[in-house]
């Protein structure tokens, strides 16, 4: 039998959830996305002044950049202001693995400026990631944000939860943020560790697709967090097998967009194994925000959930003004009240909407980034992809296979494992033509290590023997390096 859960379906269902687990009705009153716009408004302009004030004391980057552009911080006393201040890329995070976005100490605060937690985003041309800092106030306010996510999302402090995000050798906030999700709600975690091996490990210490479902099964779970098409591929070999999923009824489908014709696959595919009602939450992350902005229905709008922690924008992409709500543009993030690792008018690279409309599903005033185009919240910059959940540099993909010796020409293809289904896992194929003489296998080992150093992908490898596969002067005049044939939603 499944664990008893209906989704809410208005605010005052809403509400009745809410007041029904005593933990989540406790902190209610501190819940500022309840609270009017004017009054989180009030409280972002004066987290806002104190976060400049931060900045332009203790932050390496900014100290700087606020002379180069003749901005006074002190200027800055509103979220409107912040149209005035330049826009920070990823380039300029990347420049030197974001060691100047965090802050240096403060001694007379030293608490909240302990190391606490380092994970990793993005790489660089150099194939090194940059690193996010977390110091213990972070941590703490981390723990909050966790608990108003699980709140929005209809998490519970009796559910089971699998994290199944994989244990890299890089540490990502997928796996980590989970079990923290999980703890600050205190739910139940049990753990599918899988993962790709370590390059020159002498052992794979992961943990089997096939154990997870056994888990799953066993330890009756009822929540399920993790990539998305690794969580729907786990359901298909779960169905296959007869499987007793009937307790299931909550998945958090993260790390890529989880469009509607997805989600009706898993929960159809659920049903069959006996599961009820299930919400399927694509809840929109990325390292920037250590954090997923949840849905509290389907399809209705990531909430950012602690507006007192950020503020988010979407702008134009040459002249950095800002656009109305419901219109698409590039999503920046200015920390609010942080000590670890800050950004101002940071462009996170996605294509999305936001609404500071009250949500019509829970009475929510905090923004929400919207469906724009299709069903999926976030669409692909040109300069940056998302394959399996993780945001890459190409550029760093291109350079680690560019300067290999044996290699003579290459091509990067983005498809899906099966053409047939566009939401099968995504598949990332390398076209490599080789010089004479090259000892393929060893070739092919060289550049698997490269690419998965680069940017935390396992690629797989074709030889081919007609270098016009790959890149043909009569026909183009450029070769294309990257291209991604997955269906665009």
């Not at 989180?40 to 302009?45: A, F, G, M, R, T």
């Not at 090259?438 to 797989?460: F, M, N, S, T, W």
């Amino acid at each position: 039998m499944s664990k008893a859960f209906q989704v809410p379906k208005n605010p005052d269902e809403v509400m009745k959830w809410i007041n029904s687990i005593p933990m989540y009705r406790e902190d209610h009153p501190y819940d500022l996305s309840f609270k009017s716009p004017q009054e989180i408004l009030d409280v972002q302009n004066s987290k806002l002044q104190k976060q400049m004030e931060r900045l332009e004391k203790l932050s390496p980057f900014y100290r700087e950049k606020f002379k180069e552009w003749g901005i006074d911080p002190k200027s800055i006393k509103t979220v409107d202001d912040l149209e005035k201040v330049p826009l920070t890329s990823k380039a300029d995070f990347m420049a030197d693995a974001g060691e100047s976005f965090k802050l240096d100490m403060d001694f007379d605060n030293i608490m909240e400026y302990i190391l606490y937690d380092v994970t990793y985003t993005t790489g660089t041309t150099t194939g090194m990631p940059s690193r996010f800092y977390n110091t213990t106030y972070d941590m703490f306010m981390l723990s909050w944000m966790f608990r108003v996510g699980c709140k929005i999302g209809y998490l519970e402090p009796d559910d089971i939860l699998m994290n199944l995000f994989p244990f890299h050798f890089i540490p990502h906030i997928g796996f980590y943020r989970t079990w923290h999700f999980a703890a600050a709600a205190g739910m139940t975690l049990a753990f599918g560790f899988t993962g790709a091996p370590l390059p020159g490990f002498p052992h794979n210490i992961h943990r089997s697709m096939q154990q997870a479902i056994e888990d799953i099964e066993t330890k009756k779970v009822n929540a399920l967090s993790g990539i998305g098409s690794y969580i729907r591929r786990l359901i298909m070999t779960a169905e296959e097998q007869g499987r007793d999923f009937s307790r299931l009824n909550k998945i958090q489908a993260l790390g890529e967009p989880v469009p509607q014709g997805m989600r009706i696959d898993m929960r159809r595919r659920l049903q069959n194994m006996g599961a009820e009602e299930v919400f399927i939450s694509n809840a929109f992350g990325f390292t920037e925000a250590q954090t997923a902005f949840q849905e509290c229905t389907e399809l209705g709008g990531a909430h950012t959930g602690v507006p007192e922690v950020y503020f988010l924008e979407v702008v134009d992409e040459e002249t950095g003004k800002r656009k109305p709500d419901g219109k698409p543009g590039l999503l920046t993030i200015t920390h609010l009240d942080r000590r670890g690792t800050c950004l101002l008018r940071y462009l996170v690279g996605d294509i999305v909407a936001i609404t500071h409309e009250t949500c019509p599903h829970c009475g929510r005033n905090d923004a929400r980034i919207i469906i724009a185009v299709g069903s999926t919240y976030g669409t692909r910059t040109k300069e940056l992809l998302k394959v399996k959940g993780t945001l890459i540099n190409a550029e760093s993909m291109r350079d680690a296979v560019a300067n290999t010796e044996g290699v003579s020409e290459y091509q990067f293809i983005i498809t899906k494992e099966r053409k047939d289904d566009p939401y099968s896992m995504d598949l990332l194929k390398l076209k490599v033509g080789v010089e004479k003489g090259v000892d393929r296998k060893k070739l092919e080992a060289i550049l698997i290590d490269k690419v998965q150093r680069a940017v935390e992908l396992r690629p797989k490898i074709e030889f081919v023997e007609d270098l016009s596969q790959i890149f043909s002067p009569d026909e183009t005049l450029k070769a294309t390096r990257v291209i991604d044939e997955r269906p665009m939603e």
